[in-house]
């Protein structure tokens, strides 16, 4: 066996939310709803799809490393200057070209437990430290973060909201943060749900701020419906960004995926649509939720946690929505094993959703011995 490296060895592979066609393919099931990965429900941008048509024609050619024209297009977008913009395949890409630029194998990256699971891993794989600072009341302790600082610490990763948790700290509590952090530390302040997000006045628009020290991640996996294309971007100022071009690798995102964000971009009618649908079915969700007795946590995203007695509970409630065609997350390896994740869905898959966790909830509130509200329409 060729030799692998202790940090690696200890990894293990990333496990995604169950797709719709392996659990087809398990059970004979009639319908599947699949609310377990906070992608659109509505699909992906129609302003993508129509930009879409035809360009397989140019696939033999190399992509534009710069991706040119979505640069240009973010950068009108946002009102910032083209240096200070780099894409890559999503978030969770430019997360491991950010840990790989700013960091050294004595660095330590500093952020919370129960966070986004894609930052351990890229911490992780490159052999550097990770340490993590507790929730408070499932949202980010930033005072105790800013407490923990020392001078081995080199990135510090935050999101705002957080996954899986749905918390959003405020405009306030991201600036005393700041004014604690040394300007030697990268801070990554990742925004994949701030379209769902900014609604709330006080919620921190990363793009607003000017600190030297902090480089703010958006995705078009989310509220633009294009998690399958791979495609996200990068704002911070120019000599972090040019560090950044250094170790990414040259043709990514790929040519329909820097299309299809260019387009999606402007799609504010398909946003619009998209913020409304999520509204409407996390509002059916958190009745449901009250209904029943579940505990949920305040959410600023497209997805909802929800809290059960214990971890059997919660991997039982799993199982159990899974066997009747609804795939949710136990968010388990995220830090939080007594803990569900639903994000939003359409009208149709919501109602489903909800008449599956009645069914489920009420079943194994009986086995666990476990007082319960009547699950009675209003
Ligand atoms: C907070 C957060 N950041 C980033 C991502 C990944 O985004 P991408 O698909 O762009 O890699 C996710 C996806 O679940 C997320 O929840």
Known sequence: MVDVPEY??????YVAGKPINELAREKNLK???????????????????LALENILEESHRYVDPSSHRLVQAIAKKYGKSQHEIVCGHGTDSILAYIVNAFTDHNDEVLTSEGTFIGIYVNVLKFGRKL????????????????????????????????NPTGTMFSKAEFEKFMSHVPDSILVILDEAYTVYAEENSDYPNGFEYDYQNLIVTRTFSKAYGLAGLRVGFAIAPAAVIKE?????????????????????????????????????????LKTCFNRLGIKQIPTAANFIMILFPSEQFATAFNEQCLEHGL???????????????????????TEFAVSVIEKVYQALSEKFGIENKKAVRT
Request: glycine letters at 4%.
């Open 244 to 284: 950044i071009y250094k170790v990414k690798l040259p043709f990514e995102p790929n040519y329909p995926a820097q299309i299809a964000a260019e387009a999606a971009l402007d799609d504010d009618d398909f946003l619009r649509k998209t913020v409304d649908t999520n509204s409407k079915s996390l509002a059916t």
């Open 327 to 349: 795939i949710v997350r136990h968010v388990k390896s995220f830090g939080i094993p007594e803990a569900i994740r639903i994000n939003s869905g359409t009208e149709d898959e």
């Open 31 to 49: 319908k599947i709803v699949k609310l377990a990965s906070n992608e659109n429900p509505l699909g992906p941008s129609p302003k993508a799809l």
């Open 8 to 13: 690696i060895r200890a990894l293990k592979a």
């Open 131 to 162: 340490v993590k600072v507790p929730l408070k009341d499932y949202g980010y302790d930033l005072d105790a973060i800013a407490s923990v600082i020392t001078e081995k610490t080199k990135l510090i990763y935050l999101a705002n909201p957080n």
